[in-house]
């Protein structure tokens, strides 16, 4: 069984308002990722990190930003949500080192949030 | 290119065979991925198969992949309504990153 947790489970908003979605594993794991997906559509990684202090960008341009100051733990911000940010939010986490080369990623995943903004 | 194609949909009545497919283009591309997400969770590690093998069982589970065609497909045996599900197929691209297709919806009827 994947430890990974997303909160809100759903969320409904106002233009212009600040959220942060929330993810947190219990897995120790490095590496953390954030993905968007819409209903029909492939999942776009949007950030992604190695391990503490280290964030990166994903294929999908996204006007949120994320932080890793903690393993278990890699939030989500949108500084002013837009009609255009609706979406659902998966986070994911694997154990697969860095470096080995194998290309083996067993990712688990949260439940997602799904966030609708009016 | 990252370009994972599935169909959308798949229909199957209850206890029959179900084969999803799915076509991936990056050659190098070490392990495929077959994920389950039910209605209002997260995706599932169903199954993955290394490169260098044509086929994988697991219980109710085979994956085929022939690599010439880059064609990787899952089949399911004596599908159950809990079945019922979306199944992504994936492809490893680098060292942290998973391409996904868009999923297909599979529907089991009675």
């Not at chain 1, 942060?20 to 953390?32: A, F, I, P």
């Amino acid at each position: 069984e994947a430890d990974i947790y997303q909160t809100p489970r759903y969320l409904v908003i106002g233009t212009g308002k600040k959220i942060t979605l929330e993810c947190s594993q219990t897995m120790g794991h490095d590496k953390m990722y954030w993905y968007q997906q819409d209903p029909g559509m492939e999942l776009h990684l949007i950030h992604y990190s190695y391990g503490v202090n280290s964030t990166e960008k994903g294929d999908l341009s996204s006007e949120s930003t994320v932080s890793r100051i903690r393993t278990e733990h890699f939030p989500l911000t949108l500084e002013s949500a837009r009609p255009s940010h609706t979406s659902q939010y998966l986070c994911a986490s694997s154990a697969n080192p860095s470096g080995t080369g194998m290309k083996r990623e067993k990712l688990f995943f949260g439940s997602g949030t799904q966030l609708s903004v009016l | 290119g990252e370009d994972v194609e599935q169909s959308l949909f798949l229909s199957v009545r209850e206890g029959d065979s179900s084969v999803i497919n799915c076509t991936y283009t990056d050659s190098s591309s070490t392990y495929l991925y077959w994920y389950k997400q039910e209605p209002g969770a997260g995706l599932q590690l169903l199954t993955y198969i290394f490169s260098n093998m044509d086929m994988k069982q697991d219980q109710r589970l085979t994956v085929l992949l022939n690599k010439k065609d880059k064609h990787l497909s899952l089949r399911i045996a004596d599908t159950q309504t809990g079945d019922s599900a979306i199944y992504f197929c994936a492809e490893s691209i680098s060292d942290y990153k998973l391409s996904f297709g868009a999923g297909t919806t599979v529907t089991v009827r009675a």
